[in-house]
């Protein structure tokens, strides 16, 4: 990768993963420092740039949960319910990371830095066996999916107003406009 090719793929700051790979580089070689200035830059978020991943986490979790599920338990489509939650704890847990103003890593070392952040919701971990384990396959332990992923998203938006993000955007998301999609 060339040093513009790099300066091209932070520019945006849309990229959370990348983001994440960079701000753990170690620069073995860089005489004139112009590498070691770059990365410098990419550090940490602007709080604006904050605040818009704060939203945009939010609303793709949302919308997969409790939305999404939600309406697949309604229909009681297990199935689908399932895949939503899932896809839903991935944004969640991306969330977590941006609330602690960490870049999103790798899904492979995730659980690991989870453990390094100042700021977990309570009982994380096994909010996410539960949401993750399915033993039954009835539609009562889908609906205890569906608490724990409620009250999950009860304490993150508790945090997401104390961080600048509006109550009317965090209980209305599809309301408001977004211009990318996450990557995680």
């Not at 040093?3 to 860089?30: M, P």
């Not at 229909?75 to 870049?103: C, K, P, S, W």
Request: glycine share 2%; charged share 30%; aromatic share 16%.
């Amino acid at each position: 990768m060339t040093f513009e090719e790099l300066e091209k793929t932070l520019e945006n700051w849309k990229n959370d993963i990348d983001l994440w790979v960079y701000s753990k580089s170690k620069i073995l070689y860089d005489p004139k420092r112009k590498l070691r200035s770059l990365l410098a830059r990419y550090r940490r978020y602007p709080k604006r740039v904050w605040r818009k991943k704060l939203f945009l986490y939010w609303y793709y979790a949302t919308a997969h949960a409790p939305y999404d599920s939600g309406k697949a338990l309604q229909r009681n489509d297990l199935m689908t319910a399932q895949l939503y939650l899932t896809q839903a704890m991935e944004y969640y847990t991306a969330l977590i990371f941006v609330l602690n103003g960490h870049f999103v890593p790798y899904r492979k070392w995730r659980f690991r830095e989870l453990e390094k952040l100042a700021y977990k919701p309570e009982n994380l971990k096994g909010r996410f066996r539960t949401i993750l384990t399915t033993l039954q396959w009835t539609k009562q332990e889908f609906e205890n999916k569906q608490n724990v992923i409620n009250s999950l998203a009860s304490e993150l938006k508790k945090k997401l107003v104390e961080a600048g993000i509006s109550e009317e955007r965090l209980e209305d998301p599809w309301k408001f406009k977004i211009d990318q999609m996450p990557a995680v």
